[in-house]
């Protein structure tokens, strides 16, 4: 884990703070279509393994996030309750039920695309770490994980624009983590069609509306959710000639307004919390972009710095006071501390 003296406090409260949320049902948020009475059912029977943290797709990344502490820390202080969190939450009997859930008609697009990927992100670390613990949870969910990869590439094969959005719904953040869990689990059609489609949407894209970005409500910014995307899809010549032209004047005073981190006004609110995340977010895109840029390249000390900015924001807020944040950050932080978008995604 990178920078274990310096963050070993930090990780220790955020896997604390995880490990309050994922089995917590209440407050919950459900995104669920009633179809009759008896669908009216509380959330641990409807979504058994991952029915905490306020809603579904914070569950699943709170697992995640749970997962890559504990594969990159065994011997931490969290570490037995890490384990005995995804031992109750990932068994054969609850993974069975999340598939009958998400396959029932009329759920074709739930959690799509932003918890499906997450769940793919899931799915990967279990199968990079290899454990024999990692390696029983990820036999009871690959059922749910092919689930989840078919149903991402059914929809991006029907998708004819990207979705420049700063919430849930951007696909270029989704791709860029689902590209990941098909490299790590061999399947190539998966990958081939994201990265075909990802040129499709953004190759021809230019002079990025960087004075667009904030908006009030984003944990992801679409223009660094775009970068971070292409940088995993093209050759890296091929990458420095595109973001030359997607953001052009990388050093002057319009990026830099716009890579000034963002301040949050009420952590207490759901959605004014995502600033925070945005934060967060942007701070491990910029790292991805940046590295992918070579080493005299005179944009990337730019970058790296406008990173750590982002970095030393979005690490203030966590852990924090309000379940508003408390419920997702600590996975936002945890992705960031541990480099896991970097280096092909890997433990490094």
């Keep these: 884990m990178p920078e274990p003296a310096a963050d070993r ?31 009216a059912r509380p959330p641990r029977e409807l979504t058994p393994a991952f029915y905490g943290s306020y809603d579904w797709h914070s569950a699943v990344h709170g697992h995640w996030c749970l997962a890559r502490l504990l594969r990159l820390a065994p011997r931490a202080s969290f570490a037995v309750r890490a384990a005995a969190a995804l031992d109750r939450s990932l068994t054969p009997d609850h993974l069975a039920a999340e598939v009958r859930y998400l396959g029932a008609a009329g759920r074709e697009g739930f959690e799509r695309p932003y918890g499906l990927a997450w769940l793919l992100q899931l799915a990967a670390e279990l199968r990079e ?27 991006l094969e029907r998708l004819a624009w990207p979705v420049r959005a700063g919430e849930h719904s951007q696909s270029a953040f989704a791709l860029g983590l689902a590209l990941d869990w098909a490299r790590t689990a061999g399947d190539d059609v998966l990958a ?24 009030g409500h984003d944990f992801l910014s679409p223009i660094l959710g775009e970068a971070d995307l292409m940088r995993r899809v093209l050759e890296p010549a091929r990458f420095r000639a595109w973001i030359a032209t997607f953001l052009p004047g990388i050093a002057g ?29 942007r701070a491990w895109m910029l790292e991805g972009v940046a590295a992918a840029l070579s080493a005299d390249d005179p944009r990337r000390p730019v970058l790296q710095a406008a990173a750590a900015r982002h970095r030393a924001a979005g690490l203030e807020a966590v852990p924090g006071p309000h379940y508003a944040g408390r419920h997702w950050l600590g996975s936002f932080a945890v992705y960031l501390l541990t480099r896991r978008g970097l280096a092909g995604g890997g433990a490094g």
């Design 9 to 39: 406090g930090r990780i220790e409260a955020i896997a604390g703070m995880v490990l309050e949320c994922v089995h917590r049902e209440y407050p919950n948020h459900l995104s669920h279509a009633l179809a009759g009475d008896h669908d």
């Design 253 to 281: 005073d319009a990026v830099a307004r716009w890579l000034t981190p963002v301040a949050v006004s009420d952590r207490a609110d759901g959605k004014l919390a995502h600033l925070d995340g945005l934060n967060l977010s």
């Design 129 to 155: 770490w290899g454990s024999p613990a990692a390696l029983r949870w990820h036999e009871a969910l690959q059922r749910l994980e092919a689930l989840a990869a078919l149903r991402l590439s059914g929809w």
């Design 192 to 215: 081939a069609r994201i990265v075909a489609r990802a040129q499709a949407f953004h190759l021809a894209d230019g002079d990025a509306p960087i004075a667009y970005e904030p908006s």
